[in-house]
């Protein structure tokens, strides 16, 4: 049985921290399944990439979307959660390197427990963290003290530089990367897929496509590639970026 140990907190508008008991080890890039309330509307489980994991505990970042996610933010109490352990596949941890890491909004909650992980094999990591203005930031000094070289965009210029992910990708970016990371708009990846798509890196992104059932059985989470149809859920949520068809 997992627990929440402390009531969820704020780290910027609309976007609060979870903390987790889990008796299973999370690995970057995977995600874990929520129960929404104590009946069964909404039916639906809520699924949230893993934001960080260190002994024995997962956090993750919600952003407030919805009503489950509202009932979250407003209901969730310290004591038992109904949370499924983390599932799914998660990303390929090169064990030397250099690596380019690119975010959008709530994307960059799964990076950042890659990046810690890439940290440990001695990976050189370049993070760029796009948001669409500096109150959607959250959790800002956290990756910018764990990577080497740190970014940050915002569409209105409010924080960092103005402009997308995918523009300071353009301006500041290299071709000499050993693998590149990314999770957020379907745009920003496949923009940033395509940037890429001739060099020799590992390219991998994290869709964020709707889940149903979470566990690969309702075909929900639908995701097109070059080699037939594939379920985020089980089959990702993280893919190789040059089979899916954008």
Request: neutral net charge; glycine residues 10%.
């Amino acid at each position: 049985m997992a627990y929440l140990i402390e009531k969820p907190v704020e780290v910027a508008r609309d976007h609060f921290l979870l903390r987790i008991t889990s008796e299973s080890v999370a690995k970057p890039g995977q995600f874990v399944n929520i129960k929404i309330g104590f009946t069964y509307d909404p039916l639906l489980r809520r699924p949230f990439s893993v934001y960080n994991y260190s002994d024995g505990i997962i956090e993750i970042v919600v952003r407030v979307v919805g009503r489950g996610t509202s009932w979250l933010r407003n209901h969730a109490q310290i004591g038992k959660i109904d949370m499924l352990p983390p599932m799914g596949k998660g990303f390929t941890i090169i064990e030397s390197g250099r690596a380019l890491l690119v975010g959008g909004g709530v994307g960059n909650a799964p990076l950042y427990y890659l990046a810690k992980a890439l940290k440990v094999h001695g990976v050189s990591v370049e993070y760029v963290f796009g948001a669409q203005n500096a109150d959607l930031v959250f959790l800002k000094e956290k990756y910018e003290t764990l990577v080497d070289v740190f970014h940050i965009t915002t569409d209105d210029g409010s924080c960092g530089e103005k402009g997308f992910a995918t523009d300071c990708v353009r301006k500041y970016g290299e071709k000499t990367y050993d693998a590149i990371y990314t999770c957020g708009p379907r745009p920003m990846m496949a923009a940033l897929v395509e940037m890429f798509r001739q060099s020799r890196a590992l390219i991998e992104v994290s869709v964020e496509n709707y889940f149903g059932c979470g566990i690969g059985l309702c075909a929900g989470c639908t995701v097109e590639t070059v080699q037939g149809n594939q379920r985020a859920c089980a089959d990702g949520p993280v893919f190789d970026g040059r089979i899916l068809l954008w």
